[in-house]
């Protein structure tokens, strides 16, 4: 069943010595925010705070609440403008609040980022510009070792470096750094790595081809949704955009030096990258010399022409579909394979599939290398588009010689050669999953994949002409029915979306079931955003799924309406407008599954507003009907809050018992140990956590706190070094050492001062 993830856990020892430590300086924050000029230095002020965990923020802010003080109100203010984290920003709000209720109110306010003054600007520092780069010649391998440096600061002395490690096969974006070092620094820099590697050869690397490389591995995590970016990477995304993908267009002898020996596929990649990210220069030269798609223009003018477009149009967020070689059949998904092939024919033809982001715009004349859009997601603006080339031979070279939109073919086609066409595709479909069927026992992972990218591939071009085929019988519910499920199937959710909309807008008799279908896509699109630091996006996307819910439930009274809602309303704390939801869904039950979800849920209800008794009475119904360990987990909150140990122990070893995998129930318990003084046995169930959990970094760190607590420095040392290997980037990790380091040192100045000898005037014996 459905249950809310983010369990509340009570705030470990480590996380409370952290509060704390901030809570003894919040007065100095409070000082650094008044002298703050800027966004950036008010953010700078409260960097510390925002390392902390999520549930320590929360925690502090109860705390700041409770200190009667301006400068606490005016620390809250900051957090409540500048937090990244919305509960967060909620939660500041509402410490306000409480403060207010005692008369104290902040005189703290956000400054106005403004330029100074005529009479005091001074002039500006000079933007970055490319330097060079280089890059590890082991394409053929599928990885890459990425260096890109920029000059920058006063008379360019400075050189900043962005490093990407770079795997195109299945882990994308591996590994990132970037630093600020002087020139002389960075040519010590590369001759290290050289030297450190003598193997590896490195060669130059323009900026095109960097960004090209960049693109192949970002192409990995947006087909592989379970593989993220490096922490490091999503902290510096606005950077990487900036010196990357948002430079102005790149010279001709730069863009053309990168693009001899490309393999036809490749040349179609490129094209549309660089088309999409701007990069124009490159583009034109990606084109045959008597390309109709140069217009008779010259470079600069077809340059000129597409910027002035871009700049209305705002084009990005490039997602790549599919490059499929019409005359031999191998399909090629849009992943770099960097493959030095031998192409003997003279002319090939290819198909390909893509999508990205821009505002609609009337154009006098249209840009011929632009397909017509198939279809428009209008909250994002994201256009898919479908189109075909045939390319030729130039100086050794392939390049594009024309395009055909395919979208716009289709459209021309009768309905009944459409129809036939996805027939067919449909017989093709199933021929090749009975095929599969039959090999899949004998297939290794490597044909597997290719298989899957095959059928992928098929379904896709289907699509094409379902969409064609919309466009001409804009009533035919099943086509529409047929594009959505085939994307959700591969996973396209904006894709799949796009189609429901328009269901939602066409058939009125299906509104309330595509509006909830609406929301669960919605929702699935949040997360995306919120995996991808856009908590703008995800928002919105949030906002947008509740609206549709509220939609549906007008049109009709849907128990799965009402609990979906029921959830977001408890993930933004709504929880009066979430229990009457809940209530009106349990008069709508038709089996014992939907009674122990909508019972859970309750029970959260009743613990947010600390109706321990009443909480525990909604987790014992639940747990009658569905004994599952998250339930029985939430038992156990209930219980240690009402103070019941016994019971709260039983509780938690029963979740432990059902569900050994997951870390939060060994920790919990071992926290219920603790505070009742019985540490030996929380070290115990924490050690026992960690046979079923040995990557565990919260179980190491529990551990290695409870044997610091003991004095016993050895055993935290060995925790503490096993934490680092797991992860030797997790902030909980870096904090920890930092704690356990302070604390030896205390320990050692204590040791140190008990063995000094004691000083003063003797005393003079008696006689």
Not at 627 to 647: C, M, N, R, V, Y
Request: charged residues 30%.
């Amino acid at each position: 069943m459905t249950k809310k993830k983010n369990t509340q856990l009570s705030v470990s020892q480590e996380e409370n010595a952290q509060v704390q430590h901030i809570l003894e300086q919040y007065h100095q924050i409070a000082n650094n925010l008044h002298v703050s000029e800027d966004h950036i230095q008010a953010e700078a002020a409260l960097a510390e705070l925002n390392d902390l965990p999520e549930s320590a923020q929360i925690f502090l802010l109860k705390e700041l609440s409770k200190e009667n003080q301006v400068d606490a109100a005016d620390v809250l203010t900051a957090i409540n403008k500048l937090s990244p984290l919305k509960s967060v920003r909620k939660e500041a709000r509402r410490s306000l609040i409480r403060l207010e209720s005692t008369k104290i109110y902040p005189r703290w306010e956000l400054p106005i980022d403004q330029p100074p003054a005529i009479s005091v600007i001074q002039a500006p520092t000079n933007p970055p510009r490319f330097w060079k780069g280089m890059v590890s010649d082991t394409d053929a391998a599928g990885r890459v070792q990425l260096l890109l440096f920029w000059e920058q600061g006063e008379d360019y002395k400075e050189v900043r470096t962005l490093g990407f490690y770079l795997e195109f096969e299945n882990e994308g974006v591996k590994d990132f750094f970037t630093s600020i070092d002087s020139k002389r620094t960075s040519e010590k820099f590369l001759a290290e790595i050289a030297a450190r590697k003598p193997n590896i050869k490195w060669k130059n690397c323009s900026l095109a081809e960097g960004r090209r490389l960049l693109v192949y591995a970002l192409a990995v995590h947006a087909l592989n949704k379970t593989i993220k970016t490096p922490i490091d990477y999503r902290a510096h995304i606005p950077l990487i955009n900036q010196l990357v993908f948002e430079t102005e267009s790149i010279t001709r002898d730069e863009g053309s030096d990168n693009l001899h020996n490309l393999a036809p596929q490749e040349v179609i990649i490129n094209f549309i990258e660089s088309w999409v990210y701007e990069d124009y220069g490159t583009a034109f030269d990606l084109l045959s010399q008597d390309s109709p798609l140069r217009q008779g223009l010259s470079r600069d003018e077809w340059i000129e022409r597409r910027q002035a477009w871009a700049k209305a149009a705002e084009p990005g967020d490039l997602e790549p579909g599919y490059v499929y070689e019409r005359e031999e059949h191998k399909p090629n998904l849009w992943l770099p394979k960097l493959l030095s092939k031998e192409y003997s024919a003279t002319h090939k033809e290819f198909e390909a599939a893509w999508s990205f982001e821009m505002d609609e715009i009337p154009l006098s004349e249209p840009l011929p290398e632009l397909p017509q859009t198939i279809l428009i997601y209008e909250e994002t603006q994201r256009h898919w588009f479908w189109a075909s080339y045939i390319l030729v031979q130039e100086d050794d070279d392939w390049r594009i010689q024309s395009m055909t939109d395919e979208g716009l073919h289709a459209q021309i086609l009768p309905i009944e050669d459409l129809q036939n066409e996805l027939q067919e595709f449909d017989k093709q479909l199933e021929t090749f999953a009975e095929n599969y069927k039959h090999k899949e026992a004998a297939q290794t992972d490597e044909d597997a994949e290719n298989d899957f990218e095959e059928m992928g591939i098929r379904i896709m071009r289907g699509i094409h002409y379902t969409a064609a085929l919309i466009k001409k019988l804009p009533l035919d519910l099943p086509s529409y029915e047929e594009a959505a499920t085939r994307m959700l199937t591969l996973q396209q959710h904006e894709h799949c979306l796009a189609y429901v909309t328009l269901i939602i807008q066409n058939f009125p008799e299906q509104r309330g079931l595509y509006l909830r279908r609406q929301a669960d896509l919605l929702q699935m699109l949040s997360k995306k955003y919120s995996d991808q630091r856009d908590e703008e996006r995800a928002e919105r996307h949030q906002e947008l799924a509740m609206e549709a819910l509220r939609e549906s439930l007008t049109i009709e009274n849907d128990l799965e309406a009402h609990m979906s809602l029921a959830e977001l309303l408890l993930g933004e704390d709504e929880l009066d407008e979430a229990e009457d939801h809940l209530l009106q869904a349990k008069d709508l039950i038709t089996n014992s599954e939907e009674e122990t979800e909508i019972e859970f849920h309750l029970g959260e209800i009743a613990m947010e507003r600390e109706q321990y008794e009443e909480a525990l009475s909604h987790y014992q119904h639940a747990v009658e009907i569905d004994p599952e360990a998250t339930t029985w987990f939430a038992i156990g909150e209930a219980h240690h809050k009402l103070g019941h140990f016994e019971e709260a122990e039983a509780s938690y070893k029963r979740a432990i018992e059902l569900e050994p995998n997951h870390e939060g129930y060994p920790y919990a318990l071992s926290q219920l140990y603790t505070e009742n003084d019985q540490s030996s046995k929380a070290i115990k169930v924490l050690k026992e956590g960690l046979l079923t959990n040995p990557d565990s970094i919260l179980l190491h760190i529990a551990t290695g706190f409870l044997y610091m607590d003991s004095g016993d420095f050895h055993q935290v040392e060995i925790l503490l070094k096993k934490a680092e290997h797991i992860d030797p980037t997790s902030p909980l990790v870096h904090t920890f050492r930092q704690t356990f380091d302070l604390t030896k040192r205390k320990q050692i100045h204590l040791t140190n001062k008990q063995s000094e000898p004691l000083k003063g005037k003797k005393k003079k014996r008696r006689r």
